[in-house]
């Protein structure tokens, strides 16, 4: 079933509180990133007064709040940071009532974006609820987001988009597609496929539309024999499109950018790629870097497609590469290469696996047992490490993560 949300009150906070009292909000463990500071060297740290507003509780008379008109004050709390104002949600119902007040999120929807984040999906002991936990680059501070409100189903994650998560799961009869947004705390179960099996999906949020698409391609062993299916929430169905051309795939790592979607073949060589819009699939021949060991594709900004893998032998020195693909030539151009000493501590063995994932030209390596990441930012060509997003244990998922309230699940 539906999570439904509170029903919109346009309100506002504006009764003053009988005393002010220094307490830890519910509802969010909010772990400060003293010790995570030195890990953001290309991220400017905020001033003493900015920390001061953002980690601590800081009184206000008020009569300040009382004065202040309805629409100021949503204007005002839109370009809060998203997760500060997820901690207001327990305070009071008028608090919890703003987040979902159209004027609020109208207000939200022309604020920027919050930055890059990180969100980590994992397990712990059996039979306990899974976690989230999301890195906030730019206030240097984790929160754990709370979990229960989604079904307690085996889940894995699919991907984010948009303000949006994705989950692939089992119920103990089928296979279910979750979408939810963290911060409203809403979710949905998407209807079953026409072909309903265990398939590799992505998630694709249209703004413009808002709306949201989720695309199944082959199943996760390779299948091709199963039709490409896409999930559209303003018509709440799945319509079943051309079926991908025999291609024996080198990856199942797909990258999603310019309503097109990517997987990797080596037969035929190049990539498969399919249209969203037309419903078919088309082969494009960019033959692969020489000596190329391992390769992930990774989605920019707009139309911007990257290949980031290792070259060399097994056996002998290895470096990792970024390419993008120059769609008039179909050739994949070097655009950088990660710097020795960041190879060698991310890598600490030359048959050492990796994973990276990407969004906005941003990409993020981990590796296995590690205990940071490494970020690297495409447009200002800088490399950074990142404490604590690693996936050190073998049942934790992380992706890029975009923090809105006004993303809807519908």
Same mark, same amino acid.
């Given at each position: 079933?539906?999570?439904?949300?509170?029903?919109a009150?346009?309100?506002?906070?504006?009764?003053?509180?009988?005393?002010?009292?220094s307490?830890?909000?519910?509802?969010?463990?909010?772990?400060?990133?003293?010790?995570?500071?030195?890990?953001?060297?290309?991220?400017?740290?905020?001033?003493?007064?900015?920390?001061?507003?953002?980690h601590?509780d800081?009184?206000?008379?008020a009569?300040?709040?009382?004065?202040l008109?309805?629409?100021?004050?949503?204007?005002?709390?839109a370009?809060?940071?998203?997760?500060?104002?997820?901690?207001?949600?327990?305070v009071s119902?008028?608090?919890?009532?703003?987040?979902?007040?159209?004027a609020?999120?109208a207000?939200?929807?022309?604020?920027p974006?919050?930055?890059?984040?990180?969100?980590?999906?994992?397990?712990g002991?059996?039979?306990?609820?899974?976690?989230f936990?999301?890195?906030?680059?730019?206030?240097?501070?984790?929160?754990?987001?709370?979990?229960?409100?989604?079904?307690?189903?085996?889940?894995?994650?699919?991907?984010?988009?948009?303000?949006?998560?994705?989950f692939?799961?089992?119920?103990?009869?089928?296979?279910?597609?979750?979408?939810?947004?963290?911060?409203?705390?809403t979710?949905r179960?998407?209807?079953?496929?026409?072909?309903?099996?265990?398939?590799?999906?992505?998630?694709?949020?249209?703004?413009?539309?808002?709306?949201?698409?989720?695309?199944?391609? %082959?199943?996760?062993?390779?299948?091709?024999?199963?039709?490409?299916?896409v999930?559209?929430?303003?018509?709440?169905?799945?319509?079943?499109?051309q079926?991908?051309?025999?291609?024996?795939? +080198?990856?199942?790592?797909?990258?999603?950018?310019?309503?097109?979607l990517y997987?990797e073949?080596? %037969?035929?060589?190049?990539?498969?790629?399919y249209r969203?819009?037309?419903?078919?699939?088309?082969?494009i021949?960019?033959k692969?870097?020489?000596?190329?060991?391992?390769?992930y594709l990774?989605?920019?900004?707009?139309?911007?497609?990257?290949?980031?893998?290792? #070259?060399?032998?097994?056996?002998?020195l290895?470096?990792?590469?970024?390419?993008?693909?120059?769609?008039?030539?179909?050739?994949w151009?070097? #655009?950088?290469?990660?710097p020795?000493?960041?190879?060698?501590?991310?890598?600490?063995?030359?048959?050492e696996?990796?994973?990276?994932?990407?969004?906005?030209?941003? #990409?993020?390596?981990?590796?296995?047992n590690?205990?940071?990441?490494?970020?690297?930012?495409?447009?200002?060509?800088?490399? %950074?490490?990142?404490?604590?997003?690693?996936?050190?244990? +073998?049942?934790?998922?992380?992706?890029?993560?975009?923090?809105?309230?006004?993303?809807?699940?519908?």
């Amino acid at each position: 079933m539906d999570a439904a949300a509170p029903a919109a009150r346009s309100t506002s906070p504006s009764r003053p509180p009988k005393a002010i009292r220094s307490t830890k909000p519910r509802g969010l463990d909010e772990e400060t990133a003293a010790r995570a500071a030195a890990t953001f060297p290309s991220i400017k740290a905020p001033s003493a007064a900015a920390a001061a507003l953002l980690h601590a509780d800081v009184p206000m008379d008020a009569r300040v709040w009382a004065a202040l008109p309805d629409d100021l004050l949503l204007e005002v709390l839109a370009r809060v940071p998203p997760f500060l104002l997820f901690r207001l949600r327990p305070v009071s119902r008028r608090w919890k009532s703003i987040l979902h007040d159209p004027a609020f999120l109208a207000a939200h929807t022309g604020v920027p974006s919050h930055g890059p984040c990180l969100l980590t999906f994992w397990r712990g002991a059996a039979h306990s609820l899974p976690q989230f936990s999301v890195l906030s680059l730019p206030l240097r501070a984790r929160y754990k987001l709370p979990f229960g409100f989604l079904p307690a189903w085996d889940l894995w994650l699919v991907g984010s988009s948009g303000g949006l998560v994705c989950f692939s799961g089992f119920d103990g009869a089928g296979f279910r597609t979750v979408v939810c947004n963290p911060l409203t705390q809403t979710w949905r179960v998407l209807p079953d496929m026409h072909y309903n099996q265990q398939r590799q999906l992505v998630l694709a949020v249209d703004k413009k539309r808002r709306s949201f698409k989720v695309i199944a391609a %082959s199943d996760v062993y390779g299948d091709k024999t199963l039709p490409t299916e896409v999930y559209d929430s303003k018509e709440n169905k799945w319509s079943v499109h051309q079926m991908m051309p025999a291609a024996n795939l +080198c990856s199942s790592k797909m990258a999603f950018c310019d309503s097109r979607l990517y997987l990797e073949t080596l %037969s035929p060589l190049g990539l498969m790629m399919y249209r969203v819009d037309a419903g078919n699939w088309e082969h494009i021949p960019a033959k692969f870097p020489r000596s190329l060991l391992d390769g992930y594709l990774v989605a920019g900004a707009r139309t911007r497609l990257f290949l980031v893998g290792r #070259i060399g032998l097994y056996s002998t020195l290895q470096s990792m590469r970024i390419w993008e693909l120059d769609h008039g030539r179909t050739v994949w151009v070097e #655009i950088s290469r990660m710097p020795p000493k960041y190879f060698r501590a991310l890598l600490r063995l030359s048959a050492e696996r990796f994973e990276c994932f990407g969004q906005d030209n941003l #990409i993020c390596f981990t590796s296995w047992n590690q205990g940071k990441g490494l970020l690297y930012d495409v447009d200002k060509k800088a490399w %950074s490490w990142i404490a604590g997003c690693a996936s050190q244990l +073998c049942n934790s998922q992380i992706c890029f993560y975009e923090p809105r309230f006004d993303t809807s699940i519908y």
